[in-house]
């Protein structure tokens, strides 16, 4: 089992427990939301109450939270993926390499936030989310978040495995919710789009790449948001073995990172 994977399965267990949690949550994960635009994450060594270290993460920042802070009532344990000194338009993110401790007030769990309204398009490929939230809104005008589900093309793509068979790449890019080969009537994201009054795109190729066997089961999949220019859009996909759970962050109307990892049901 990898790091990742008991990541989220610890994750998962501590959610149960963990008391500002309301209800159920069904992904493992937090955005900054703190109103002072950061939230101060302390990093500990050794001693977790000697503190060596202190990072700044901007509101709409997003980690996956791990567990409540050892011997805390006020603070959780979180990881999150360690961000370079460039800033690019867009990243993907499949490990979490930092890891610290945030104050719970600072912080909100992505799924617990206001939901925008699921809904699907007529020929049934396409999943619409709706910001209903504000009635006031002219129905026109409302964000929507627009996901496209195809048949997959994969089969006609340069593939590269293991000695085992395990596919390791198609097209040189990692691939999610298959193995060693790709099931019949496979699916596949083709596309993800914003709709917001004033401004809006298409998410780029690399947000969605290779991003097979995408739920259709509302139960499984969300779009929320702690303001107009922070969104979040979090599916758990694929099934068995090659299931898999990703989050994107939606930034003034373009996708700027995308977490993801395997978590085996």
Do not use: C
Not at 44 to 57: E, G, L, Q, T, W
Not at 191 to 216: C, D
Request: hydrophobic share 35%; no cysteine.
């Amino acid at each position: 089992m990898t790091i990742l994977q008991k990541l989220f399965l610890l994750s998962s267990l501590s959610f149960f427990s963990f008391p500002i949690v309301q209800g159920q949550t069904k992904v493992p994960f937090g955005v900054v939301k703190a109103e002072e635009g950061y939230a101060m994450v302390r990093v500990p060594k050794d001693n977790y109450r000697k503190i060596i270290d202190k990072i700044r993460m901007r509101r709409g920042d997003v980690f996956v939270y791990v567990k409540p802070a050892p011997g805390e009532t006020e603070w959780i344990w979180i990881k999150y993926p360690e961000k370079s000194e460039t800033e690019k338009p867009f990243v993907r993110y499949d490990t979490l390499n930092k890891e610290g401790m945030v104050n719970k007030d600072r912080i909100a769990f992505v799924d617990q936030l206001p939901q925008f309204t699921p809904s699907k398009s007529k020929n049934g490929k396409s999943l619409i989310f709706t910001d209903n939230t504000n009635p006031k809104i002219p129905t026109n005008q409302r964000t929507k978040v627009i996901i496209d589900i195809y048949p997959s093309n994969a089969g006609y793509r340069k593939q590269e495995k293991d000695a085992s068979g395990k596919i390791l790449t198609i097209d040189k890019i990692k691939p999610w919710g298959i193995s060693n080969e790709l099931p019949e009537n496979m699916t596949e994201i083709k596309s993800i789009r914003v709709q917001q009054p004033e401004r809006g795109s298409v998410f780029v190729r690399e947000a969605i790449k290779n991003m097979f066997q995408p739920t259709m089961d509302f139960n499984n999949i969300g779009v929320t948001s702690i303001d107009n220019d922070h969104i979040f859009l979090y599916m758990i996909n694929g099934s068995g073995e090659n299931r898999y759970t990703t989050l994107w962050t939606i930034k003034e109307g373009k996708v700027i990172n995308q977490i993801i990892f395997k978590n085996p049901e």
